[in-house]
C-alpha cells in the first residue's frame, strides 16, 4: 500500500480503544461530538446533528437539560462520594422511593448499580441466591431468548442471545437455554405495533424447556419487553402476558429487561405498567437520569426482598455490591430527571406523537432495499437487504449516509435503530425521516 492510498492517521486518537466500534474505520475518520444542547450534538468541524438515538437510548430528555445539569453541580459542591457499603446518603433512600413507586405490584425494594450490565448480572444473582434462600436450591439454571441483549457481563452475555457479543468468549454460563426469537419475517414484517399473532407456539417451547431440565431446577427466565439491541422486534401481543403465567405456574423468577424500555419509551414509567404485567424483578438504567451519570437498579418484588431479610437473620443478607453503588452524583442527576418526567409532559408528548412517528418510519416502505419495518411506542426498527458476502455493509453506509446528512441513528447489522429524544415534535421527526430517506437512496 502506497502513502496515498493509506488512510489519514489520527495519532491522537490511538490509546483509546472504543467499544462497540470498528476502531480502524473510526480513527481514519473520526466523528467527534464536542458539545450538546437540547436536540442536538455539535460536531469538531462545526456541524450541528440531531440526535435521533436519544443519545445511546439513554437521554430520553434531550442534552444538558437545565435542571439535572443544576442538580449534578449542586450535589458536586455538598457531597462528591459516598461509600455505600455500611454507609448511606439521604438521596439515594428518596431516589430508591421515587424508582419504586412508578413499578408496578409489589416491585417495591431498589438495589442501585451502575449499568444495564450490571443490573443484570445483580438481577441474575438475586434469583438464585432468593431461590437457595427458600430452600429450592437446585433452581440455578437460567433461560434466556435468542436475538436478548443484557448487557455484556458475564452473566449478561451467557442469557442473551447476540451471536457476535458471545463466540469470542468461551463457554459463558453453564445451565442457560434459550427461547426462540418471536417474530416471524415472512408473516410479521412492516406491522406496525405488537403483531397480531399466536403466541402459544412460544409457550409451549417454553413449556418443553422446562419438561426437559424440570421446573425445580430452573431459577428465571429474563427477556426484554422488545429487543432493542437486536435490531427493535417487537414480540406479539400477550406475549409478556403469556410468559408471567407460565413462569409462574412452575415457582420460576420472570425477569424482565428495561434497560431501554424505562423511563418513557413506551409513553409510561415502564413496559410493565404498559402491558399490565407485574414482573419479580426489572433491570432498569440509561434513562434512568437521562444518561447524564452512569446508573441502573435492579428493581425487586418484596417478597424475594423478604426472604433475604428473614433467612440472613445477621450480617450481610446480599454479598454483592459496586464501589459506585447509589452515587451521590448519579442519585441527584436520577431524582432530577424523575422530576421532569412527571412534571414536563414527557410521557403525554411521547404518546401523542407516536402515531405520528410511526407513519413517519412506515413511509420508508418503498424505499430502496428496504424488507422491514417495526415501530412501538418512539422506537423503530429499518432492516435493509444484506449485501452479498458482506452482512451489515449496507445497514453500515446507511448510518452514515444519515449521518452526512445530520441526523444521528444507530445500524446494529442490517438494522437501523431510530429513538427519537421523547421532548421532540413533529419537526424533528420529519427531519428524521427524511435524512433516512435520503440516506437509503444514497446507499442504494
Known sequence: MTSETQPPRNDWLQSYWM?????????????IYESAEGFYYKTSDGRKILDSFSGLWCCNLGHRHPKISEAIKAQVDELDYSNAFNFGHPKVFELANVIAGQFPGDLDHVFFVNSGSEAADTALKIAIAYQRLRGEGTRTRLIGRVNGYHGVGFGGISVGGMVNNRKFFGSLLPGVDHLSFPYDSQRQSFTRGEPDADVE?????????????DASTIAAVIVEPFAGSGGVFIPPKNYLKRLREVTKKHGILLIVDEVISGFGRMAAPNAATHYGVEPDIVTVAKAINNGSVPMG??????????VFMEEMPAGVEFFHGYTYSGHPLAAAASLAAQEVFRTEGVYENTQALAPYFEEGVHSLKDEPNVIDI?????????TVAAKDGAPGARGGEVFLKT??????????GDHLAVAPILTMGRAEIDMTIEALRKGLRAAA
Open 19 to 31: 467499544p462497540f466500534t470498528p476502531n480502524k474505520a473510526f480513527k481514519a475518520s473520526p466523528r
Open 201 to 213: 407456539p412460544y409457550m409451549q417451547q417454553l413449556e418443553e424447556i422446562i419438561a426437559l431440565h
Open 297 to 306: 437498579a435492579a428493581i425487586v418484588r418484596k417478597q424475594i426482598y423478604d
Open 374 to 382: 417495526r415501530n412501538v411506542g418512539l422506537a423503530a426498527g429499518v
Open 403 to 412: 449521518y452526512e446528512e445530520g441526523v444521528a441513528v444507530r445500524a446494529n
